[in-house]
């Protein structure tokens, strides 16, 4: 079964400085995506950033840049120069396909606190 | 840049009532998604829905939970009989097989009392 673990519910930075969420997953699947997802307070779900399997290169978005280790099935993000803004609650969320249609399975959360 | 809009944004209703969500997917992509979110928890997934048909859904996906694309643009779930444990924010998203990244609605938060 596919699972994703966040292993910290939460989470708290000082505004500038650098924060590493954590998630890990299971798999057999060799293809397949992973995402961060960003939830507000308005609770939208905003994609931060993407990351191919079959890409060995660490995607990176600006100030987001994750950590992919295919082998130990590990998918961290790191946040730098943290802004207010990043206040946030963040969802690792992995994609397989099955039955001909894309799935997502999402982690339990991290919520991310920004001190002033 | 294109977005997935759903409305209502927030409804409240009486248990018992029939509720519509509605969903304007990505107009050139292909699946289309129906995920929830209890108040607290993580998102679950509901049901995916592809060339006019369900093509997978989830154990929470019982007989009272409907979903269809009546006009080619909207798609929308239906739930027959809300119960108290419906309360939950439904994200819509859709897909462009391609690209293989979902895209989520803003979301639509029901409260049943």
């Known amino acids: 079964a596919q699972t994703v673990t966040q292993s910290q519910p939460e989470m708290s930075v000082q505004e500038a400085e650098t924060v590493t969420l954590s998630c890990t997953y299971d798999?057999?699947?060799?293809?397949?995506?992973l995402f961060w997802y960003k939830q507000p307070p308005s609770r939208q779900m905003i994609l931060v950033i993407r990351?191919?399997?079959?890409?060995?290169q660490n995607a990176t978005e600006n100030r987001f840049s994750v950590n992919f280790q295919k082998a130990a099935k590990s998918f961290s993000l790191k946040i730098s120069d943290s802004q207010l803004g990043d206040a946030a609650m963040y969802f690792c969320?992995?994609?397989?396909?099955?039955?001909?249609?894309?799935?997502?399975?999402f982690g339990k959360g991290t919520k991310l606190t920004v001190n002033p | 840049e294109p977005e997935v809009t759903q409305t209502p944004s927030h409804q409240v209703t009486q248990m018992g009532q029939e509720v519509i969500l509605r969903c304007v997917p990505i107009?050139?992509?292909?699946?289309f998604y129906w995920y929830r979110q209890i108040l607290g928890q993580k998102v679950e997934f509901l049901v995916s829905?592809?060339?006019?048909?369900?093509?997978?859904k989830s154990e929470i996906f019982d007989d009272q939970f409907s979903v269809e694309r009546p006009d080619g643009s909207n798609f929308t779930l239906k739930i027959r009989s809300t119960k108290l444990e419906d309360s939950a924010m439904y994200f819509c998203?859709?897909?462009?097989?391609?690209?293989?990244?979902?895209?989520f609605g803003e979301g639509s938060w029901l409260t049943v009392v």
């Open positions: 829905f592809y060339n006019n048909e369900i093509s997978e």
């Open positions: 990351q191919e399997a079959y890409k060995q």
């Open positions: 969320a992995y994609s397989y396909t099955q039955g001909g249609s894309e799935k997502l399975v």
């Open positions: 798999t057999s699947e060799s293809d397949y995506y």
């Open positions: 107009s050139n992509h292909l699946y």
């Open positions: 998203a859709s897909i462009q097989t391609r690209e293989n990244t979902i895209y």
